[in-house]
């Protein structure tokens, strides 16, 4: 079984700070998968990253894989409330599946 | 577009009782997966279906039956609801099980007492 460990799993921050939610595991995936959820929605994806080392940005998001495809992070500069949420990475073994990890519930106070 | 849909989104059982969670998608999407959330312990892969008539298990799928019939319907079977099912049920469907984006119903909160 593909085990993915995020970190921290709660966190609590001031608007206008920065933050670094991670994504590690064992095992390689083919391609790694960040969600937002937020509450009583289904997730939603932010960004699907498939070659190692590969950074993408979203606005203040930035994603990065590990160059050997086991790790992500997400990082978010200046945070606001509206990201607030449950970020969930999801990564894409090699049976297809999506092994989601546990997720990092964040809260930005105003 | 109504993207994925799930019915009901909220269901209180009696142990013992069945009952089927619907899911239908209109984006003519082969791939259909569900999941269920639970505090702590993200999300984990019942069953999932990768085109009509084909079906195949996930993590956890002791005590539910799924079937898959049309391209557009996935329903999730509780043979017999046990306290242990309480939980939110997320449908999910995609193009392709391989690196494309998976699109989430809005869920179904059971409450097996």
């Known amino acids: 079984t593909q085990l993915l460990e995020q970190s921290p799993q709660f966190l609590s921050i001031q608007e206008g700070e920065n933050l670094t939610v991670y994504c590690n595991s064992s095992?390689?995936?083919?391609?790694l998968q960040w969600y937002r959820q937020e509450p009583g929605e289904g997730p939603v994806l932010l960004v699907t990253?498939?070659?190692?080392?590969e950074v993408k940005k979203l606005k203040r998001l930035t994603f990065q894989f590990g160059d050997a495809r086991k790790d992500s992070s997400l990082h978010i500069t200046a945070a606001q409330p509206g990201d607030t949420g449950l970020y969930l990475c999801?990564?894409?073994?090699?049976?297809?599946?999506?092994?989601f990890g546990k997720g990092t519930l964040l809260t930005v106070n105003p | 577009n109504a993207g994925v849909t799930q019915t009901p989104k909220f269901q209180v059982l009696k142990t013992g009782q069945s009952m089927t969670l619907q899911c239908a998608q209109d984006?003519?999407?082969?791939?259909m997966s569900w999941y269920r959330q639970d505090p702590g312990m993200g999300l984990r892969l019942i069953h999932y279906?990768?085109?009509?008539?084909?079906?195949d298990q996930g993590e956890v799928p002791n005590g539910y039956n799924v079937s898959r019939s049309t391209t557009e319907d996935f329903p999730l079977r509780l043979l017999s609801a046990a306290p242990s099912q309480t939980s939110v049920y997320f449908c999910?469907?995609?193009?392709?099980?391989?690196?494309?984006?998976?699109?989430f119903g809005q869920g179904t909160r059971l409450t097996v007492v």
């Open positions: 279906s990768v085109g009509a008539g084909i079906t």
């Open positions: 999910a469907s995609s193009y392709s099980p391989v690196g494309t984006e998976a699109f």
């Open positions: 095992s390689v995936f083919s391609s």
């Open positions: 999801a990564g894409e073994g090699s049976n297809y599946k999506l092994t």
């Open positions: 984006m003519n999407h082969e791939y």
């Open positions: 990253v498939v070659t190692g080392g």
